[in-house]
C-alpha cells in the first residue's frame, strides 16, 4: 500500500453481541479526497465513523492511518483522543457543542493543546503560556472568519441555528489541526440554502486548507454533488464503490435503496 | 368543586400543606407503647419560644411559613416570567473576546483586611475559636471539593477521605501514631504540610485513575466507599493508627526557619491566620485554575465528554487532575484540624462530613469560586450560632432539617445555587429550555 493512502480499513468486523454492525469492510481514502459512505438508516455508518476515531473498537480487521510527516497509527485499540491528537477531527450526528459556552470558546477549546500536565504552568501564565494562549485566541478567531462565525463569536453556541451549529463543529474540529475531517451528517436539519453553503465550506476546508474529508451523508444531491468518491454500505458491508456516476447506475446500490422486485432477482 | 380543586394554585396550596403536616410529625415529639399517636396530638399542643422573641404553638409557625411560602410561590408564577426575562442575562452573556474579566482585586483586598480583623472585632473566645473550627477549615473543605464537583463535574461522595488522610498524615508526621514516623524522628506539625499534601494528591490519583472512568452515579458510589474504607482501616488498622481511640497527642505546629520561630498554642486565633492563609492560597490557585487552560478542559468534560475526546482531551487525565487538585485543600484543611485540636479519632470522618461539604457546595452554587466561599460561611455560621445559644428546643440534629429544607427551597428557586457562576446558570436554563416543559410538572403532574 502507498503513503497516498490516509485510511486503510482492512476486513473490519464490528460485533456487539450477537449483532453484527460491520462485517468484513474493507475500505481506503487517498490523501486530498472527498470521500462519502452512504448507505440505509443502520446500514453501520457511523459505528464505522465510530471505528475511525477510536470510539468503538473492532474485534478483527486493522485500520491505519497515514500521517503527512510518514508514520502511520493503527486506530485499533487507540483512546478516541489520541486518534483526535493524531490528526483526526470529527463532528457528530446529533451536534454536540459545548452549549452553554461562546461560540468563540467552543473553537477555542479545541484549538488548545491538552496534551502534558502543565498544571503550574497553566495556573501562573508564565510567558509561554500566555504565548500559546494568544496563539489559541489568534487560530480560533482565523477558524471562525473562515467557516463564516466570525460575527457570531461572542453569541452563546446554543442560540445559533442548526446550520451555523454546523458550521461551528466544523471550525471546531479543524481547530484541532487535523488532517482528515470526518463529518457525520453534515446537512441535517438544514435548509437548502443552507445546504449549499456546507457544500461549498467542505470543498473549501479542502481546497484552501488541504484538510480530507470523510463524509456520511444521507441528503444524495449534496453527496452527488461533492463526494469524488463513494462507498455503499448496506448491512454492515460494503456493496458497492465508485465514483458517483458509477454508483447512481449501479444495480446493486438502487436494489439496496429501493428494495428487490421478484423478477429482477429471479 | 372537583374543578375548584384542580386549579393549579389550590393543588399546590394543598401540597405544601402537606408538606407542613409531615414536617410538624417529623419534629414533634416522639410516641410511646401507651400513646401511639403523641406525635401527632403533640405537635400541635406544645409551645415554643421562637428565636427567643415570641412563644406560641409550633402548628401556628408552620402554617404561617407556608402560607408564606404559598403566597411567593403564586407570585412567582404570576410576575415570575416577566422579572426573569428582565433580570436574566442567563442567555446573553457569554464571555466576550478578549474580554479581561474584572477581578475585583479591591474588593477581594476590602474583605481579606476584614478577615483579617475579624476575630478582633468579635473579640470572644467562643466565636474565635469557631472561625476556625466552624467556618475557615469547612471553606477550606468546600472551595476544594467545588473543583472536583463543580469545575469538572464529578460528583464525589468520599471527599472526606482526603481530609482524614490530611489529618492522619500529621499524627503520623509527628510521632503521635503507634507507628513510627518517617525517617524515625518526628516532625513539626508545621513541617506536615507537605507530606500532607503530597499524600492527598497521591490517593486523589490512586482513587481516581480507576474510579473516574465510571460515570455519574457509578462514580458517585464508587467514591462513598472509598470514603468508606478510609475509615474503616482507620478504625481497624489498631497498629498503625491507634484505632477507634484515635490519638491524643498531636503536638501544636512550629514554624521554624533559620532565626524566625513561631509556636502556635492554645490560642485559636492564630490557627485562624494559618487557616486564613491557607484559604487564601488556594482561592488563588483555583480561581486561576478555572481560567486556564486546564479550566476550560474541565469545563468541556463536564459539558460533553464525549465532543471533548474527540478534540483530544483526556477526560481521564484531567479528571484525576481535579481529584488531586480537590484533594490538596482537604489536606491542608486536615493538617490544621489535627494541629489545632491535638486529637483525632475515626468517627470524625463519616459519610455525613462529605455530604455537609457537598451541601455548602450546592448551596453556595457549584463552580462558582465566591458562591462557594459565601455558602460555606453562611451555613457554618448560623450552625455554629444555633450550637452555642440553641434556641429553645432545638438540638444539634436539627440542623439537618432546615438544611434540607433550605435546600429543596434553593434547588426550586436558585437551582445554580445562592452566587451561581454564569456558566452554571446557564446550563440549568438550557437544560430547562430544552426540556420545554412547566417548571412545576416535576411536583405536579402535567397538566399543570
Given at each position: 500500500m502507498t503513503a497516498e493512502n490516509i485510511f486503510e480499513v482492512?476486513?473490519?468486523?464490528?460485533?456487539?453481541?450477537?449483532?453484527?454492525?460491520?462485517?468484513?469492510?474493507?475500505?481506503?481514502?487517498?490523501?486530498?479526497?472527498?470521500?462519502?459512505?452512504?448507505?440505509?438508516?443502520?446500514?453501520?455508518?457511523?459505528?464505522?465513523?465510530?471505528?475511525?476515531?477510536?470510539?468503538?473498537?473492532?474485534?478483527?480487521?486493522?485500520?491505519?492511518?497515514?500521517?503527512a510527516d510518514g508514520r502511520s497509527m493503527s486506530v485499533i485499540g487507540k483512546k478516541p483522543h489520541r486518534v483526535a491528537g493524531a490528526g483526526v477531527?470529527?463532528?457528530f450526528q446529533a451536534s454536540r457543542m459545548f452549549s452553554a459556552l461562546s461560540t468563540f470558546d467552543n473553537v477555542k477549546i479545541g484549538a488548545e493543546d491538552h496534551r502534558g500536565f502543565g498544571v503550574v504552568g497553566a495556573m501562573l501564565r508564565g510567558p509561554r503560556t500566555r504565548h500559546d494562549d494568544r496563539r489559541s485566541d489568534e487560530r480560533t478567531a482565523e477558524l471562525l472568519r473562515f467557516v463564516g462565525l466570525a460575527e457570531r463569536a461572542n453569541v452563546l453556541a446554543a442560540s445559533l441555528s442548526y446550520g451555523e451549529r454546523r458550521r461551528l463543529e466544523i471550525a471546531r474540529g479543524l481547530a484541532t489541526g487535523p488532517e482528515v475531517l470526518l463529518l457525520d451528517e453534515p446537512a441535517a436539519g438544514t435548509n437548502p440554502a443552507e445546504k449549499l453553503d456546507l457544500a461549498r465550506l467542505i470543498r473549501r476546508v479542502r481546497d484552501e486548507l488541504g484538510v480530507t474529508i470523510l463524509l456520511i451523508e444521507h441528503d444524495m444531491k449534496l453527496v452527488m454533488s461533492l463526494a469524488e468518491r463513494l462507498y455503499v454500505l448496506n448491512f454492515g458491508s460494503v456493496i458497492a464503490e465508485g465514483t458517483p456516476a458509477e454508483i447512481r447506475a449501479n444495480p446493486v446500490v438502487i436494489e439496496a435503496y429501493l428494495g428487490t422486485s421478484t423478477e429482477a432477482s429471479a | 368543586m372537583r374543578e375548584f380543586f384542580q386549579r393549579?394554585?389550590?393543588?399546590?396550596?394543598l401540597v405544601i400543606l402537606g408538606v407542613v403536616l409531615v414536617v410538624e410529625l417529623i419534629t414533634g415529639p416522639p410516641g410511646s407503647n401507651e400513646h401511639p399517636v403523641a406525635g401527632f396530638t403533640g405537635s400541635y399542643h406544645e409551645a415554643a419560644s421562637y428565636f427567643g422573641l415570641f412563644r406560641t404553638q409550633r402548628w401556628v409557625v408552620f402554617l404561617t411559613l407556608a402560607l408564606v411560602a404559598w403566597g411567593i410561590t403564586e407570585f412567582w408564577n404570576w410576575r415570575g416570567p416577566t422579572i426573569r426575562a428582565r433580570a436574566s442575562d442567563a442567555l446573553a452573556g457569554p464571555r466576550q473576546v478578549g474580554e479581561k474579566r474584572p477581578v475585583r482585586v479591591g474588593f477581594a483586598l476590602v474583605l481579606l483586611v476584614l478577615a483579617i480583623l475579624l476575630p478582633h472585632i468579635v473579640n470572644n473566645a467562643f466565636w474565635q475559636s469557631a472561625l476556625v473550627t466552624?467556618?475557615?477549615?469547612?471553606?477550606?473543605?468546600?472551595i476544594g471539593l467545588n473543583v472536583v464537583v463543580g469545575f469538572a463535574g464529578l460528583l464525589d461522595l468520599g471527599y472526606v477521605a482526603f481530609y482524614a488522610i490530611g489529618a492522619y498524615t500529621t499524627a503520623w508526621v509527628t510521632g503521635a501514631l503507634p507507628t513510627p514516623p518517617p525517617f524515625g524522628h518526628a516532625l513539626d506539625a508545621f513541617w506536615a504540610i507537605p507530606f500532607a499534601v503530597v499524600?492527598?494528591?497521591?490517593?486523589?490519583?490512586?482513587?481516581?485513575?480507576?474510579?473516574?472512568?465510571?460515570?455519574?452515579?457509578?462514580?458517585?458510589?464508587?467514591?462513598?466507599?472509598?470514603g468508606e474504607i478510609i475509615t474503616i482501616f482507620a478504625n481497624n488498622l489498631y497498629g498503625i493508627t491507634g484505632g477507634s481511640t484515635g490519638t491524643k497527642q498531636i503536638p501544636h505546629?512550629?514554624?521554624h526557619v533559620g532565626p524566625i520561630k513561631y509556636t502556635w498554642g492554645l490560642a485559636p486565633v492564630p490557627?485562624?491566620?494559618?487557616?486564613?492563609?491557607?484559604?487564601?492560597?488556594?482561592l488563588i490557585i483555583f480561581s486561576l485554575l478555572q481560567r486556564s487552560r486546564v479550566g476550560r478542559a474541565w469545563t468541556a468534560i463536564r459539558e460533553d465528554e464525549v465532543a471533548a475526546e474527540s478534540l483530544g482531551i483526556n477526560p481521564l487525565k484531567f479528571k484525576v487532575m481535579a481529584f488531586a487538585v480537590g484533594a490538596a485543600s482537604a489536606g491542608f484543611a486536615g493538617v490544621i484540624?489535627?494541629?489545632?485540636?491535638?486529637?483525632?479519632?475515626?468517627?470524625?470522618?463519616?459519610?455525613?462530613?462529605?455530604i455537609n461539604i457537598l451541601v455548602l457546595v450546592i448551596l453556595g452554587g457549584m463552580g462558582s469560586i465566591s458562591g462557594v466561599v459565601v455558602g460555606a460561611v453562611i451555613i457554618q455560621v448560623v450552625q455554629a450560632y444555633l450550637n452555642h445559644t440553641p434556641p429553645a428546643g432545638y438540638q444539634q440534629p436539627d440542623l439537618y432539617i432546615y438544611v434540607g429544607a433550605l435546600l429543596i427551597t434553593m434547588m426550586i428557586f436558585r437551582p445554580a445555587g445562592l452566587i451561581p457562576s454564569r456558566q452554571r446558570r446557564r446550563e440549568i436554563t438550557l437544560y430547562e429550555k430544552s426540556h420545554e416543559g412547566h417548571p412545576d410538572e416535576a411536583l405536579l403532574g402535567d397538566d399543570v
Amino acid at each position: 500500500m502507498t503513503a497516498e493512502n490516509i485510511f486503510e480499513v482492512e476486513h473490519v468486523t464490528l460485533r456487539f453481541g450477537g449483532v453484527v454492525s460491520l462485517n468484513d469492510v474493507s475500505l481506503f481514502q487517498k490523501r486530498g479526497e472527498i470521500l462519502a459512505v452512504i448507505g440505509p438508516n443502520g446500514a453501520g455508518k457511523t459505528s464505522l465513523f465510530n471505528s475511525l476515531t477510536g470510539v468503538y473498537q473492532p474485534q478483527e480487521g486493522t485500520i491505519v492511518f497515514h500521517r503527512a510527516d510518514g508514520r502511520s497509527m493503527s486506530v485499533i485499540g487507540k483512546k478516541p483522543h489520541r486518534v483526535a491528537g493524531a490528526g483526526v477531527a470529527r463532528t457528530f450526528q446529533a451536534s454536540r457543542m459545548f452549549s452553554a459556552l461562546s461560540t468563540f470558546d467552543n473553537v477555542k477549546i479545541g484549538a488548545e493543546d491538552h496534551r502534558g500536565f502543565g498544571v503550574v504552568g497553566a495556573m501562573l501564565r508564565g510567558p509561554r503560556t500566555r504565548h500559546d494562549d494568544r496563539r489559541s485566541d489568534e487560530r480560533t478567531a482565523e477558524l471562525l472568519r473562515f467557516v463564516g462565525l466570525a460575527e457570531r463569536a461572542n453569541v452563546l453556541a446554543a442560540s445559533l441555528s442548526y446550520g451555523e451549529r454546523r458550521r461551528l463543529e466544523i471550525a471546531r474540529g479543524l481547530a484541532t489541526g487535523p488532517e482528515v475531517l470526518l463529518l457525520d451528517e453534515p446537512a441535517a436539519g438544514t435548509n437548502p440554502a443552507e445546504k449549499l453553503d456546507l457544500a461549498r465550506l467542505i470543498r473549501r476546508v479542502r481546497d484552501e486548507l488541504g484538510v480530507t474529508i470523510l463524509l456520511i451523508e444521507h441528503d444524495m444531491k449534496l453527496v452527488m454533488s461533492l463526494a469524488e468518491r463513494l462507498y455503499v454500505l448496506n448491512f454492515g458491508s460494503v456493496i458497492a464503490e465508485g465514483t458517483p456516476a458509477e454508483i447512481r447506475a449501479n444495480p446493486v446500490v438502487i436494489e439496496a435503496y429501493l428494495g428487490t422486485s421478484t423478477e429482477a432477482s429471479a | 368543586m372537583r374543578e375548584f380543586f384542580q386549579r393549579a394554585p389550590i393543588r399546590r396550596l394543598l401540597v405544601i400543606l402537606g408538606v407542613v403536616l409531615v414536617v410538624e410529625l417529623i419534629t414533634g415529639p416522639p410516641g410511646s407503647n401507651e400513646h401511639p399517636v403523641a406525635g401527632f396530638t403533640g405537635s400541635y399542643h406544645e409551645a415554643a419560644s421562637y428565636f427567643g422573641l415570641f412563644r406560641t404553638q409550633r402548628w401556628v409557625v408552620f402554617l404561617t411559613l407556608a402560607l408564606v411560602a404559598w403566597g411567593i410561590t403564586e407570585f412567582w408564577n404570576w410576575r415570575g416570567p416577566t422579572i426573569r426575562a428582565r433580570a436574566s442575562d442567563a442567555l446573553a452573556g457569554p464571555r466576550q473576546v478578549g474580554e479581561k474579566r474584572p477581578v475585583r482585586v479591591g474588593f477581594a483586598l476590602v474583605l481579606l483586611v476584614l478577615a483579617i480583623l475579624l476575630p478582633h472585632i468579635v473579640n470572644n473566645a467562643f466565636w474565635q475559636s469557631a472561625l476556625v473550627t466552624y467556618v475557615a477549615i469547612y471553606v477550606l473543605l468546600a472551595i476544594g471539593l467545588n473543583v472536583v464537583v463543580g469545575f469538572a463535574g464529578l460528583l464525589d461522595l468520599g471527599y472526606v477521605a482526603f481530609y482524614a488522610i490530611g489529618a492522619y498524615t500529621t499524627a503520623w508526621v509527628t510521632g503521635a501514631l503507634p507507628t513510627p514516623p518517617p525517617f524515625g524522628h518526628a516532625l513539626d506539625a508545621f513541617w506536615a504540610i507537605p507530606f500532607a499534601v503530597v499524600f492527598v494528591v497521591i490517593a486523589g490519583v490512586l482513587l481516581g485513575a480507576p474510579t473516574l472512568r465510571l460515570r455519574g452515579d457509578y462514580l458517585a458510589i464508587v467514591t462513598l466507599g472509598f470514603g468508606e474504607i478510609i475509615t474503616i482501616f482507620a478504625n481497624n488498622l489498631y497498629g498503625i493508627t491507634g484505632g477507634s481511640t484515635g490519638t491524643k497527642q498531636i503536638p501544636h505546629p512550629v514554624f521554624h526557619v533559620g532565626p524566625i520561630k513561631y509556636t502556635w498554642g492554645l490560642a485559636p486565633v492564630p490557627y485562624y491566620y494559618l487557616a486564613l492563609g491557607s484559604v487564601v492560597l488556594f482561592l488563588i490557585i483555583f480561581s486561576l485554575l478555572q481560567r486556564s487552560r486546564v479550566g476550560r478542559a474541565w469545563t468541556a468534560i463536564r459539558e460533553d465528554e464525549v465532543a471533548a475526546e474527540s478534540l483530544g482531551i483526556n477526560p481521564l487525565k484531567f479528571k484525576v487532575m481535579a481529584f488531586a487538585v480537590g484533594a490538596a485543600s482537604a489536606g491542608f484543611a486536615g493538617v490544621i484540624t489535627a494541629s489545632a485540636d491535638n486529637f483525632l479519632f475515626p468517627s470524625s470522618f463519616t459519610l455525613t462530613f462529605s455530604i455537609n461539604i457537598l451541601v455548602l457546595v450546592i448551596l453556595g452554587g457549584m463552580g462558582s469560586i465566591s458562591g462557594v466561599v459565601v455558602g460555606a460561611v453562611i451555613i457554618q455560621v448560623v450552625q455554629a450560632y444555633l450550637n452555642h445559644t440553641p434556641p429553645a428546643g432545638y438540638q444539634q440534629p436539627d440542623l439537618y432539617i432546615y438544611v434540607g429544607a433550605l435546600l429543596i427551597t434553593m434547588m426550586i428557586f436558585r437551582p445554580a445555587g445562592l452566587i451561581p457562576s454564569r456558566q452554571r446558570r446557564r446550563e440549568i436554563t438550557l437544560y430547562e429550555k430544552s426540556h420545554e416543559g412547566h417548571p412545576d410538572e416535576a411536583l405536579l403532574g402535567d397538566d399543570v
